[in-house]
């Protein structure tokens, strides 16, 4: 997909709350039904920071909406973005708005997101055709990052040497590689097994605050004047 295509939108990085979370939670909370406000709650209760996909440089903004629509779709609450050459765009048509329901981690350069993740505990893995791993075995992995490179030039060889090791998806048919949008399909679905839960109580809690945010028209308007 083209990046020009009308329907392709560059995501920031997410801004401050507006006010304090339990605040928010307080003053939105009556304004959107039980039933909402149940699945909510019930989503994040299965949210999970304990896997992340790392996104490297991707062209393609079908690809980014794909990778993101996964990440909710399984659970993982963190989504981490590499921009070198290409800001990070996606396809609203594709995210269905998927977008607003995760943490979005915006890194200028692969070192920064390197640092990152490591100071954060992660072990970083790369997919490969020679993998040592299966995606059930990641699913072990107690802290685990799974960087999905640029569609022409796969991860850069910075990550490659910080990787703490390799997984493949195992194939047994003629074709040798899957593009990013199945590859991390299939890694998320698997690799996120046992995983589902793991949100401490202010991670919630500003999660919360944020659905409401993205679900309540003239959120901050109101907040404005009830605060």
Known sequence: MKRDHPDVIELGARPPLPAPAETIVEVLS???????????????????????PVLEDLADPHNGAAVMRSADAFGCHRVHVIEDRHPF??????????????????????EAALEALAADGYAIYVAAMDGELTPEQLAEVPRAAVVFGNEHK???????????????????????????????AITLYVASRGRHGDLDDDARAE?????????VRDAERILRERG
């Not at 609203?92 to 350069?109: F, P, Q």
Request: proline share 2%.
């Open 207 to 215: 999660a919360l605050a944020r659905y409401l945010l993205a679900s």
């Open 30 to 52: 009556p304004l959107v039904t039980e039933a909402r406000l149940a699945r909510m709650r019930g989503v994040l209760a299965q949210r999970t920071r304990s896997l992340v």
């Open 154 to 184: 796969g991860v850069s060889e910075a990550v490659r040497r910080a990787a703490t090791g390799t997984y493949a998806i195992p194939m047994v048919g003629f074709v040798e590689s899957l593009n990013v949008s199945v590859a991390s």
């Open 89 to 110: 765009a996606v396809s609203h048509r594709v995210t269905r708005g998927t977008h607003r329901w995760l943490e979005l981690i915006k890194h200028a350069s692969t």
